[in-house]
Nanobody
C-alpha cells in the first residue's frame, strides 16, 4: 500500500509560479512511475505530467504545459514535485498525484485508469 499526500497548492496570479509536492509513504517509492493529473470544475480529470523509472527518469507532459511545468522526484525524500511557472487562469484545478507500480513508460500513463494509488488533491487557483 502507498499513501500519497499533496501540498503546495494555493492562489497565484497569472504569470506566477507554484510548486506542488507529493510525499509518498509505504512501499518502495523508487519502483513507481509518478504522475500528476488535474480536474477543473465541470471537466474531466486530465493528465498533466509523468516521470518514469528508466535510466534518465524520462518525463512526459500535456502539450499545453510543456515548457511551463516541470516534474521531478527526490528519492531520498520519497517526494515528487510539479514546478509550475508562467501560470495561466486555465491552469486552475484540483491537482492530484498518482503512482503506478509499473515504472516503465507507455502511452496509457496518460490515462488515470492506469494508476494504482492517488492522493487527495490540492487546489490551485490562478487569477487573471
Amino acid at each position: 500500500q502507498v499513501q500519497l499526500v499533496e501540498s503546495g497548492g494555493g492562489l497565484a496570479q497569472a504569470g506566477g509560479s507554484l510548486r506542488l509536492s507529493c510525499a509518498a509513504s509505504g512501499r518502495t517509492f523508487s519502483s513507481y512511475a509518478m504522475g500528476w493529473f488535474r480536474q477543473a470544475p465541470g471537466k474531466e480529470r486530465e493528465f498533466v505530467a509523468v516521470i518514469v523509472r528508466d535510466s534518465i527518469g524520462s518525463t512526459y507532459y500535456l502539450d499545453s504545459v510543456k515548457g511551463r511545468f516541470t516534474i521531478s522526484r527526490d528519492g531520498a525524500k520519497s517526494t515528487v514535485y510539479l514546478q509550475m511557472n508562467s501560470l495561466k487562469p486555465e491552469d486552475t484545478a484540483v491537482y492530484f498525484c498518482a503512482a503506478v507500480t509499473d515504472p516503465r513508460y507507455s502511452p496509457s500513463l496518460r490515462l488515470g485508469t492506469k494508476y494504482d494509488y492517488w492522493g487527495q488533491g490540492t487546489q490551485v487557483t490562478v487569477s487573471s
